[in-house]
């Protein structure tokens, strides 16, 4: 019998805004796997009501980490090491644009909404990883983040959006290349729609997910317990073989012609 054993594992959960949230579902599925977690959120607003929830995960450690302050994710570093001493998992499940540069026209996109959600959305997963490396690398590491089809396809309403995914796809295999040599693998999975507190700011959400479940080859959409399930492998042991690559939980969407 196969079981994932993360006992003794230290794991770094980035995005956590509610119960709803994708990277909430994968820290659940790291604690019952035995995992030590830290689960960060963006800004103070969310602070007591992470904190309640990570509660419910006994032993986890809860900080605030804005990624768009280089101070806020150092100040993470440094706790970690002193808390963990390593991190062996890291999650990043962070995403950003603009309301007005998800409703408007793509070719009008001003340069600051393409720089903030570039920043927020895609950068901010190789600053991470860059500042949290002398953690990493102590015993190897497995790193996952969030991606969407919009990276590849053309998805009405995804403007800005679609851009910043490409790019961190493009990151994914930029950095399982270079950090390879250091037992650092680095893969993404996009996920399918799933109502969360960030895809409702996408406009015509509710339509996507009516014509996700349609659609795929499943004909039904995904849950956020299934990234979950798929977060825990590529973090644990099962994926060791698996680097730079892009994984889809998306109940067989992309696969079809039409
Ligand atoms: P979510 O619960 O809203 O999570 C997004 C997180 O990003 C929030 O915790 C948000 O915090 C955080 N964030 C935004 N700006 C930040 C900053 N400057 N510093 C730190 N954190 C920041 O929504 P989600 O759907 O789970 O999104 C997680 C990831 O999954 C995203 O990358 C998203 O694109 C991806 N994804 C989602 C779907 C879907 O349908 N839900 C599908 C494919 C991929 P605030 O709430 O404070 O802004």
Known sequence: MVTIDLSGRHALVM???????????????????????CVTY??????????????SL????VLECDVTRDDTIDAVARRLGEEFGAL???????????????EGAFVAT??????????????????????????????????VTLSYLAAERAVPSYNV???????????????????????IRVNAISAGPVNTLAARGIHGFTDMLKQHAERSALKRN????????????????????????VLYVDAGYRIMGW
């Open 222 to 245: 995904i849950t956020k317990e299934e990234v979950g399930q798929c977060g825990l492998f590529l973090l644990g042991d099962l994926s060791s073989g698996i680097t730079g690559e």
């Open 110 to 143: 001003p340069r600051e909404g393409f720089q903030a959600a570039l920043d927020v959305s895609a950068y901010s997963f190789i600053n991470v990883t860059h500042r949290m490396l002398p953690l990493l690398e102590q015993r190897g590491a497995s790193l």
């Open 58 to 61: 006994p032993g986890t450690l």
């Open 88 to 102: 062996e998992m890291l999650v990043h499940g962070i995403a950003f644009a603009r309301k007005e540069d998800l």
């Open 15 to 37: 995005g956590v805004a509610n119960h709803r949230s994708l990277s909430w579902a994968i820290a659940r599925c790291l604690h019952q796997a035995g995992a030590r977690l």
């Open 161 to 183: 959006m679609g851009s910043a995914k490409a790019v961190l796809e493009q990151s994914v295999r930029q950095l399982a290349y270079e950090l390879g040599p250091r037992r």
């Open 42 to 55: 963006a800004s103070e607003r969310l602070k007591s009501s992470v904190e309640e929830l990570a509660g």
